[in-house]
């Protein structure tokens, strides 16, 4: 079977590792973690980068920052992961969900400004397969309207938007390093933060609402409680992983970048009728995150995923939109119509994609020309499995 993702080792990991254990430091905050630090702050030229233990502890933190009140509205997509939204409703703030744009699968900038209420506190995009939101409207609209905005980036370290690292532009953002992300140490993320006035907060609230970090840069002579915290620093084992894939994150992202392509044009080429293939705008440099291609119904999607399976080969949908979702439907709330969202989150489907698939890519082309041939075939009895939606 050819799995539908397979972490990249680099190979230095465990060497890491080693010198983490001969230091003697195991708990956060020791020279692994500082330099994994130094290097987000350079490579995404953020303010502050503090290492936690996944991407969903780096949204939490930044809804604590924000300092959200029950009732509160945080504007996001509904086509994303679960803890976009439950960080938020976690301090008792009401996610708003608007819909996508049809091409990027991002949040729809030209839909925000009307979900905005005078309870509004917040955006919260999500940077789609790597793919830049359009961050400049955004970020004008929260300008004009005095609202914060959270960068869900955990699919998106290394991309750009206007030749401007994704992650830098909101007050804040969050990174993963979760095994399914281009660079990886198992669990793992980073909060970003671009506002100067949250730094010295984010950093108590990661040491357990102390001001420990202050204490030791000998800023304060001792460290006490002084607000609300939880612990959220990984440890040096974990950065001592970490930073043998961010030396690497560059040459990652090359490589992933030529699988990609490789993607693209096969499907291209074939120009199968009803399968639509990704859009990169020409202002974002992505990632390559994944893979995707929407097919024309939640039927046809269901077959493809069915026969390639059949066939060695593994391929996954993605995200349940979270607006209809039960918890969605308790603490959140949606705003207009979802059509996109609904559409897409039953056509799309996530083709493999790991560094090494190169060697095996032939096969999953097979497959899926076998695949979709059976759907094209299907389609004389039943043409509505290709109307593609746009
Ligand atoms: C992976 C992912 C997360 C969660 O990351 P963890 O590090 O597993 O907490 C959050 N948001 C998006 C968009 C993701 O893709």
Redesign the pocket.
Known sequence: MIPFNKPFMTGTELSYIERAHTNMQLSGDGPFTRQCHAWLEHRIGCQKALLTH????A?EMAAMLLDLQPGDEVIMPSF??V??ANAFVLRGALPVFVDIRPDTLNIDERLIEAAITPRTRAICV?HYAGVGCAMDVIMDIADRHGLMVVE?A??AIMSTFKGRPLGSFGHLAAL???E??NVISG???ALLINDPRLVERAEIIREKGTNRSRFFRGQVDKYTWVDIGSSYLPSEILAAFLFAQLERAEEITAKRKALWDRYQNWFHACAFPGVTTPTIPTQCGHNAHMYQVLLGSLDARTRFIDTMRQQGVQTVFHYLPLHSSPAGLRYGRAHGSLGVTESVSERLVRMPFWLGLEDKLADVFRASEQAIGDLLMRVRARPEDLMAVD
């Open positions: 996944s991407c969903t502890a949204l994303t992961f803890s976009t999500v869900d955990a699919q993963s390093f979760h399914t992300k669990e793992g993320g």
